[in-house]
């Protein structure tokens, strides 16, 4: 009985040392999903942001992109992301000029056929169904306003749909439905990325850092100044009478103190995707949200392209303790190696 004693003991003993040793638990990280927002040239800080997420080992599980963030997502989900970043990078004024084919006769005053051509180039008749990340890229039905998700179907085209800013590029014809760009009515899709899967959203917004917009002036009216300005309107409306070729280009380029019809209908959008931006994010916010201080970028400074990347990828470096912070919450533990799940 004695010896039984021990040897029970000494057996109860290894086991508590096989204990001791076995494999702790496994964690399992959350799904990961990003929502990569609207900012025409400023959009090139998204590139940035992949890469630094790649470098800290972080690749997403879902990509949902609206407008410059679906050509991104879109270029990353079909393993292109090399080819775009060498174009941003190489792009210098007279080559972004070499883009616009502007048109005054179509439903748009740039048809696009120029920056088509080279993404269908770069994605080679990629299709979203294809792809090995999860993906959808934001459009808007312009005659309904419904919130269109691309989930299938050709890549090229679906971003061409996304980034379609009404009046400056035309509509693109999807599935019977008239699209234009994603931002209208969802600039950062963080909804979209959850229900396509995302337990962690990481969003990125490229123009919270539009300081000064949004206030209010409760006072304002007319004064001498504007009475002068409409003198020197007429004089001007009797000389292109005259000159319709130049006032025609004045009218569209703007001239000093009058801005043209592009930079009205951008900057028009810009307030209205801000605005719209502020109240979907109070309504679903993401888990992460990086912020590029691109303040100094405007909307049409496509030959910045190595400034925005960098601006990117600086805003995400500084989140990667938030969003560390966030994978481990969100993790859980592997129920067959013994953890609770």
């Given at each position: 009985?004695v010896?039984?004693?021990l ?5 109860n003993?290894?086991?508590s040392?096989?204990?001791t040793?076995?494999t702790?638990?496994a964690?399992t ?21 992949m890469?630094?997420l ?5 690749v997403?599980?879902?990509i949902?992109?609206t ?12 393993k ?6 060498t ?7 007279r080559?972004?000029?070499s883009?616009?084919?502007i ?13 088509a051509k ?5 994605l ?8 090995p990340?999860?993906?959808?890229a934001i ?10 998700w ?7 085209e ?10 400056i590029f ?7 439905r008239?699209?234009?760009d994603?931002?209208?009515?969802n600039?950062v899709?963080?909804?979209?990325a959850?229900?396509l899967g995302?337990?962690l959203?990481i969003?990125?917004?490229l ?9 209010i ?5 007319s ?7 409409d ?5 001007q ?9 130049r006032?025609?280009?004045?009218q ?11 930079t009205?209908?951008v900057?028009?959008?810009?307030v209205?995707q801000?605005r719209?931006?502020?109240?979907r ?25 190595s400034?925005?990347?960098a601006?990117g ?13 966030a ?5 859980t533990?592997?129920v ?6």
């Amino acid at each position: 009985m004695v010896f039984e004693g021990l040897f029970t003991r000494v057996r109860n003993g290894d086991r508590s040392a096989e204990a001791t040793t076995q494999t702790p638990p496994a964690a399992t990280r959350p799904v990961i999903g990003l929502a990569l927002g609207g900012g025409a040239a400023r959009g090139f800080a998204h590139i940035g942001v992949m890469r630094t997420l790649a470098a800290h080992g972080i690749v997403p599980d879902v990509i949902v992109g609206t407008s410059i963030g679906a050509v991104v997502g879109g270029c990353y989900a079909a393993k292109q992301l090399d080819g775009l970043e060498t174009w941003a990078r190489t792009l210098s004024v007279r080559g972004v000029l070499s883009y616009l084919d502007i048109s005054l006769s179509g439903a748009g005053l740039i048809r696009g056929s120029h920056l088509a051509k080279q993404l269908d180039e770069t994605l080679s008749g990629a299709r979203i169904d294809d792809l090995p990340i999860r993906f959808a890229a934001i459009a808007t039905e312009f005659n309904t306003g419904h919130e269109i998700w691309l989930t299938r179907g050709r890549l090229a085209e679906a971003l061409r749909a996304s980034y379609a800013l009404p009046g400056i590029f035309p509509p693109v014809l999807i599935g019977g439905r008239w699209l234009v760009d994603g931002a209208l009515v969802n600039p950062v899709p963080v909804s979209a990325a959850r229900a396509l899967g995302a337990r962690l959203v990481i969003a990125v917004n490229l123009n919270s850092d539009l300081f000064g917009r949004g206030t209010i002036i409760s006072s304002h009216g007319s004064d001498e100044a504007d009475e002068a300005a409409d003198e020197q309107a007429k004089r001007q409306g009797l000389r292109g009478m005259f000159s319709g070729e130049r006032s025609l280009r004045r009218q569209f380029l703007g001239r000093r103190g009058r801005p043209g019809i592009p930079t009205v209908m951008v900057e028009a959008f810009n307030v209205m995707q801000d605005r719209i931006t502020r109240a979907r994010l109070a309504g679903d916010p993401p888990d992460v949200l990086i912020s590029p201080r691109l303040g100094p970028l405007g909307w049409f400074d496509f030959h910045r392209g190595s400034d925005a990347i960098a601006i990117g990828a600086d805003a995400t470096e500084k989140s990667m303790g938030a969003i560390n912070e966030a994978i481990a919450a969100l993790s859980t533990t592997d129920v067959s190696n013994g953890g609770a799940k």
